[in-house]
T-cell receptor, first 110, second 115 residues
Framework: QKEVEQNSGPLSVPEGAIASLNCTYS??????FFWYRQYSGKSPELIMS????GDKEDGRFTAQLNKASQYVSLLIRDSQPSDSATYLC??????????FGTGTRLKVLA | DAGVIQSPRHEVTEMGQEVTLRCKPI?????LFWYRQTMMRGLELLIY????????DSGMPEDRFSAKMPNASFSTLKIQPSEPRDSAVYFC?????????????FGPGTRLTVL
């Protein structure tokens, strides 16, 4: 079993819809969770971090964490074509190490 | 404030040549990471430095790869000799601290092509 799993997609949503991106992880002691956005040919860019169970909102983005189910998700409201990118989930089981998923490719259709 | 700086942005070399990739972390950050990204394997951690000291190099693929951090503002990743399978995008990232709640910031990457 991979340590961090994401559906590779592509996930296609119409403009203005809610995009829901999901990530599961295997290490129960994981403490912190991150979502990165990566445009084609660019570097990963941090969007959200979440450390506690529940929801964390930042503008159009909401991160959701459920440690009991080992599940973290990212919701993007009012999706725009500019949101089309690959979204990487990253988990920190301990201190320094980040474990990245392989990413979900999102396509927002105009 | 400048982000993580990497050079060169693109490198094309021939098999067997030495390649050196460079990174300047964000000022004040004490943790530095080198990653490799390929379509097949995604983002892989190669090596992690904390306060200029290599802490975890378990991701370095083989002895052809080496990394140094002579001071807090500079790190190199060297491949000698290079092979076509080393072709990938190499990212450097830094974070302010090494604890679990610290966010990591990536440089623009170096796209390496080994012919």
């Amino acid at each position: 079993q991979k340590e961090v799993e994401q559906n590779s997609g592509p996930l296609s949503v119409p403009e203005g819809a809610i995009a829901s991106l999901n990530c599961t992880y295997s290490d129960r002691v994981s403490q912190s969770f991150f979502w990165y956005r990566q445009y084609s040919g660019k570097s990963p860019e941090l969007i959200m971090s979440i450390y506690s169970n529940g929801d964390k909102e930042d503008g159009r983005f909401t991160a959701q964490l459920n440690k009991a189910s080992q599940y973290v998700s990212l919701l993007i409201r009012d999706s725009q074509p500019s949101d089309s990118a690959t979204y990487l989930c990253a988990v920190r089981p301990g201190t320094y190490k980040y474990i990245f998923g392989t990413g979900t490719r999102l396509k927002v259709l105009a | 404030d400048a982000g993580v700086i990497q050079s060169p942005r693109h490198e094309v070399t021939e098999m067997g040549q030495e390649v050196t990739l460079r990174c300047k972390p964000i000022s004040g950050h004490n943790s530095l990471f080198w990653y490799r990204q390929t379509m097949m394997r995604g983002l892989e951690l190669l090596i992690y430095f904390n306060n200029n000291v290599p802490i975890d190099d378990s991701g370095m693929p083989e002895d052809r790869f080496s990394a140094k951090m002579p001071n807090a503002s500079f790190s190199t990743l060297k491949i000698q000799p290079s092979e076509p399978r080393d072709s990938a995008v190499y990212f450097c990232a830094s974070s302010l601290r090494s604890d679990a709640y610290n966010e990591q910031f990536f440089g623009p990457g170096t796209r390496l092509t080994v012919l």
